[in-house]
């Protein structure tokens, strides 16, 4: 079983800046894959970015160039740099690890979410 938890939320203007951490935690074999989601009231969950073991990663058109995903070389921690923050950001963020086992089967689990308040 995996624990999610993410921090580093908060309330920032417009054009500032926020750190989402993603930490890991429990009894799993590999976390090969982290990604970021957002949702909004009365909305779908939406992607934002994810990286995969070996630091491959993508990135949600809306985001692209503002948004930086990393994690630490071996270590089960993923951050969200959030630069030039907009209103249209504010929303909830999720993260979601995948982990895979030595039967190479592969499971998912979200955190609670972090909320994101970017004001105008």
């Known amino acids: 079983q995996v624990h999610v938890v993410e921090s580093g939320g908060g309330l920032v203007q417009s054009g500032g800046s926020l750190r989402l951490s993603c930490a890991a935690s429990?009894?799993?074999?590999?976390?090969?894959?982290m990604a970021w989601y957002r949702q909004t009231p009365g909305n779908q969950r939406e992607f934002v970015a994810s990286i995969y073991t070996g630091n491959t990663a993508a990135y949600a058109d809306s985001v692209k160039g503002r948004f930086t995903i990393s994690r630490e070389t071996g270590q089960n921690t993923a951050y969200l740099e959030m630069n030039s923050l907009k209103p249209e950001d504010t929303a909830v963020y999720y993260c979601?690890?995948?982990?895979?086992?030595?039967?190479?089967?592969?499971?998912?689990?979200w955190g609670q979410g972090t909320q994101v308040t970017v004001s105008s």
């Open positions: 429990g009894r799993f074999y590999k976390i090969n894959f």
């Open positions: 979601k690890v995948r982990e895979l086992e030595a039967t190479l089967n592969q499971f998912e689990f």
